[in-house]
């Protein structure tokens, strides 16, 4: 239902798209966001944006480097990431929210993508 895709490895300070194609079905009229999760962490927020795509929050270790959009004609969500640095390094997840608005909080997500790996090296 989620698709995660776009992952790679990169240079510090360089920069990745990555992509999530939802199903119609998962994310009409809900928030959605991206999560990241590195090795031995626990997974973190990264990024939200709500069923519109007006309205967006970041994660302040990222605020100004990240953006998230979304194409609702192609159910499709995005993460541009900019002036990546190795600390980014994590496998990142596509989620859709239970309420038309991203929470920071996991919990508040029900389903979930199988995530795309981002390596930045130094």
């Known amino acids: 239902q989620l698709q995660a895709s776009g992952g790679g490895l990169v240079q510090a300070g360089g920069s990745l798209r990555l992509s999530c194609a939802a199903s119609r079905r998962t994310n009409s009229n809900n928030g959605m966001a991206w999560f990241r999760q590195a090795p031995g962490k626990e997974r973190e927020f990264v990024a939200g944006?709500?069923?519109?795509?007006?309205?967006?929050i970041e994660a302040d270790s990222v605020k100004g480097r990240f953006t998230i959009s979304r194409d609702n004609s192609k159910n499709m969500v995005y993460l541009q990431m900019n002036s990546l640095k190795p600390e980014d390094t994590a496998v990142y997840y596509c989620?859709?929210?239970?309420?038309?608005?991203?929470?920071?909080?996991?919990?508040?997500?029900?389903?979930w993508g199988q995530g795309t790996l981002v390596t930045v090296s130094s």
């Open positions: 944006v709500d069923w519109r795509g007006s309205n967006a």
């Open positions: 989620a859709v929210a239970l309420s038309a608005v991203p929470s920071r909080s996991s919990g508040n997500y029900r389903y």
